[in-house]
């Protein structure tokens, strides 16, 4: 448990380093954000703040609906946050408060350090078009028009001439694996490649974000599993940073660098996936984990025992990174006939796997085990 916990507290002391050092790598900063529907809002957000009112309370006595509820979450330069919860959470909502589809009730949402609530029209108008990207669910693409049509639209409402745009629309479809069907309708592509053409779209303006409200629930597992691969690799080659939402804690660890889980409008743990299903913060989240596969979520680091209360000897043993995963170490063990790992980090040696250690680990419970 002490190897665990020192891990991850130098881990996150490096990243409050970073943090305080370079404030503009932080691109979206929501603090402590409030969206509840209804004429008397400001009552109801009293009534939660100094009462405790659930969400369900707040329905009954002030007929409001609490959307989001004092959400604070920061998405850093070249990162993918995923904000994940079953329907009716919260997440989409939270979503439309980032680029101000939706107006919050109270809180800042600062965007590259401005408080987009602030903007004036043409401001949010700019905002929109050159800084943030949005993919819907529903792609929404115009059946007259062109796959290259389709992609150029958004320069086209901001005026942009017809060849320049083109030129813009072209160069995204040909990231996304379109460059053959811009001649082509939408009613001529499947689904997945509808999709497509939806990011196309919103890369066309070359934003430095991109918001994302569950663009693959729709389609089918084979293929929603290739555009999650893709759009990753994609995101993370061009620099981008995306704020992606899905109800699929599966679909959140495959694409997320961090996760926020949601429950009634409260973002209830944000972490990474290893960190969230290690330690999960209540039971609700325990249970959202409960049947995830630990293979290559969990990592030496956090399953290893401190090298100073190791009592046998290193000397031969195989040797790992902190951060290879269980499914990796598994492999070690299995082709060298070791009982144990040595784990090393920078040419030093600071834990040891067991094989006890790694059964635990996938059962869930090897932070405990590490003690």
């Known amino acids: 448990m002490r190897a665990a916990r020192q891990w991850h507290d130098k881990s996150r002391d490096r990243e409050m380093e970073m943090t305080q050092a370079?404030?503009?790598?932080?691109?979206?900063?929501?603090?402590?954000?409030?969206?509840?529907?209804?004429?008397?809002?400001?009552?109801?957000?009293?009534?939660?703040?100094?009462?405790?009112?659930?969400?369900?309370?707040?329905?009954?006595?002030?007929?409001?609906?609490?959307?989001?509820?004092?959400?604070?979450?920061?998405?850093?330069?070249?990162?993918?946050?995923?904000?994940?919860?079953?329907?009716?959470?919260?997440?989409?909502?939270?979503?439309?408060?980032?680029?101000?589809?939706?107006e919050p009730s109270l809180g800042q949402v600062l965007v590259k350090g401005r408080d987009i609530a602030a903007m004036d029209a043409a401001t949010l108008r700019e905002t929109r078009a050159h800084h943030i990207g949005m993919v819907f669910q529903s792609v929404a693409l115009l059946p007259q028009r062109t796959v290259l049509e389709n992609a150029a639209f958004g320069l086209e409402v901001q005026g942009v001439p017809k060849d320049e745009r083109n030129r813009a629309a072209e160069a995204a479809l040909a990231k996304v694996g379109l460059s053959d069907w811009k001649a082509r309708y939408p009613s001529e592509l499947s689904g997945g490649m509808q999709q497509r053409v939806g990011l196309a779209r919103a890369l066309t303006s070359d934003p430095e974000i991109i918001l994302m409200d569950e663009p693959f629930s729709a389609l089918d597992p084979l293929i929603r599993r290739q555009l999650q691969d893709e759009f990753r690799q994609l995101t993370k080659d061009l620099g981008k940073s995306a704020v992606f939402i899905t109800h699929d804690l599966d679909e959140a660890i495959r694409i997320g660098d961090r996760i926020a889980i949601m429950k009634d409008g409260v973002i209830i743990q944000t972490g990474t996936a290893e960190e969230i299903v290690m330690n999960p913060a209540d039971q609700y989240v325990a249970d959202f984990v409960a049947g995830i596969s630990r293979l290559h979520l969990v990592k030496a680091h956090s399953v290893m025992i401190p090298a100073a209360e190791w009592q046998g000897t290193a000397e031969g043993l195989p040797r790992c990174s902190p951060e290879a995963d269980i499914d990796t170490l598994i492999g070690q063990i299995t082709e060298t006939g070791s009982d144990a790992i040595a784990v090393e980090d920078a040419g030093k040696l600071v834990g040891i796997v067991t094989i006890r250690n790694l059964l635990q680990g996938v059962r869930g419970d090897a932070v405990a085990a590490a003690a």
């Open 22 to 102: 370079d404030t503009s790598d932080v691109l979206i900063d929501c603090r402590s954000v409030w969206k509840v529907f209804g004429d008397r809002n400001a009552e109801a957000i009293r009534a939660i703040t100094e009462r405790g009112l659930t969400k369900k309370d707040i329905l009954q006595e002030y007929n409001c609906v609490v959307g989001v509820s004092d959400a604070t979450l920061q998405v850093r330069r070249g990162e993918i946050f995923c904000i994940m919860g079953l329907s009716g959470s919260g997440k989409s909502t939270l979503i439309r408060l980032l680029n101000r589809l939706i």
